[in-house]
């Protein structure tokens, strides 16, 4: 019998909500025929795809970080703006598409407004600088009566957009950005990015571009390196990683949890370094703003891509196990509140996402937005600590021997609800697990789990896999008791 121990005086930190954020790129069909699609049967009168915007709000996203990713880094945001019969088709060279630019800045803002969601904007430091950059940020936020901010006006954006998140450049360390630089390089452009930006508007949250990924032989020195020169300026530094099978090991897949819970612990350690070497009372946070499971292994690479229209691109279908290491990523997510302040589930339609269309067709809920809508809803606003004794552990290539059951919670004060989330890691057993509580009842228990572990969901069949009801978990003698299958993801709540 495993043993979870939970309670609210032990607080990791406050729940920062846009923790549930995702992305937007203009990226195979994300946008176009994703959130964007003139002439559908649901699109409404600005083109945008109401049964998307529907599960978007269902899915629970409360920040989208916009336009990429490595599209941004050789985009002219001034190609998406005015008449849209005067708008340039461009060759984008990080996908190698056609973009049409019928979609772009005040589309997005008025898409974000319409979803309910608060627009994060990332600026070209690829193979532009801080002159772009600046006149961006002034076409968005300045009041009119500027040159830049009248264009917005004329455009039909009265009022400024106030965009308050911006991200100097993406994955600047990765040989495949257009405009790749060094982290000297890197640091010196996005200090003085910065620096003109507050000028503009002192108030705004910067984040700095971390390592493209841990494994780069950037990461860690990169961090450094650009903090030396931006932490006074900046707010938060990205993290980027995504997560497959590799070889067939589906046991550490279903632990890579570990990897990023390492990952944001070994950069937080360099952030309090960078402190530390300043004499800073400033915190650091993290912006966690690209992550997911993706099956690169499936994916030509950039190379491989020929130049065309925009169309399909990593459309990749999710299995259960997916959805449960998502599930085991975001309780990762939860248990570094206190540092983690913003993350972005890549991609939000289509691209590596929980939603997918058809052009002219169907949307549905790909596997993993289960368990991301349900621990967007159900999560309190303060995180705590939880202890587990006595649950066995598994043995992975990748990581060795880790516990099998991953866990966090959340406390609301004011309903006086505990939500736990806590997944079965092992493939083969199932775990019996006691939580001492103060609770009154369950109010629920939700899993995600299948016996086919391989089952997807499709557009003729949405529903093939959904969060299932646990009869059984009841609270006796002032201990809840439930069972949890092998690979299995939970939300337990108690009032």
């Not at 969601?117 to 076409?139: C, F, H, K, S």
């Not at 939700?446 to 003729?460: G, I, M, Q």
């Amino acid at each position: 019998m495993a043993r979870l121990v939970v309670d609210p005086a032990f607080v990791v930190g406050a729940l920062d909500r846009r923790l549930f954020g995702s992305f937007v790129e203009h990226m195979g069909r994300c946008v176009y025929t994703g959130i964007y699609e003139p002439g559908h049967p649901r699109a409404d009168a600005d083109g945008f795809r109401e049964d998307v915007l529907e599960l978007v709000r269902e899915l629970g996203v409360t920040a989208i970080r916009y336009p990429g990713g490595n599209f941004v880094s050789n985009y002219d945001w001034e190609d998406g703006v005015g008449p849209k019969d005067q708008r340039p088709r461009r060759l984008d060279l990080a996908w190698r598409a056609i973009e049409p630019n019928q979609f772009g800045t005040d589309e997005f803002v008025a898409w974000s407004r319409k979803a309910d969601v608060q627009p994060i904007w990332a600026v070209n430091l690829g193979t532009r600088g801080i002159r772009e950059a600046v006149d961006l940020l002034q076409y968005c936020n300045l009041p009119a009566g500027t040159a830049l901010s009248d264009r917005r006006v004329a455009n039909g954006s009265p009022e400024p957009h106030d965009i308050r998140i911006w991200c100097l450049g993406n994955e600047m360390d990765g040989p495949w950005q257009i405009g790749h630089k060094t982290a000297d390089e890197y640091a010196r452009l996005a200090e003085e990015t910065a620096n003109a930006m507050r000028r503009v508007e002192p108030g705004l949250e910067l984040v700095a571009c971390g390592s493209s990924n841990a494994g780069m032989p950037t990461f860690g020195e990169w961090e450094r390196i650009v903090l030396e020169r931006t932490y006074d300026l900046v707010d938060h530094i990205s993290l980027h990683a995504y997560y497959e099978p590799r070889d067939g090991d589906q046991a550490s897949f279903l632990a890579a949890a570990e990897e990023m819970d390492r990952m944001i612990s070994s950069v937080i350690a360099t952030a309090d370094h960078v402190k530390a070497l300043k004499r800073s009372d400033k915190e650091l946070t993290l912006s966690f703003d690209e992550w997911n499971v993706w099956y690169q292994q499936h994916f030509p690479g950039e190379l491989g891509l020929g130049i065309r229209e925009v169309g399909p691109l990593i459309e990749d279908s999710y299995t259960v196990d997916a959805a449960v290491v998502v599930g085991s990523l975001l309780i990762t997510l939860l248990r570094h509140a206190d540092r983690v302040k913003i993350a972005c589930l890549a991609q939000l339609v289509n691209v590596i996402a929980p939603i997918r269309t058809e052009p002219g067709g169907r949307a549905w809920r790909q596997t993993i937005f289960h368990p991301f809508a349900l621990t967007a809803r159900y999560a309190g606003p303060t995180v705590l600590q939880t202890a587990i004794t006595g649950g066995p552990e598994i043995d992975t290539a990748a990581f060795g021997k880790v516990p099998a059951l991953w866990s966090t919670a959340t406390y609301d004060e004011n309903t006086g609800e505990t939500a736990i989330f806590v997944v079965n890691r092992s493939e083969t057993d199932k775990i019996d697990l006691e939580i001492p509580v103060t609770a009154l009842k369950v109010a629920e228990h939700l899993a995600l789990y299948d016996e086919d572990r391989s089952a997807v969901n499709t557009a003729d069949h949405p529903d093939r896999v959904t969060p299932r009801t646990v009869d059984g978990t009841e609270i006796v003698d002032g201990v809840c008791t439930a069972t949890l299958p092998p690979a299995s993801w939970h939300l337990i709540r108690l009032s």
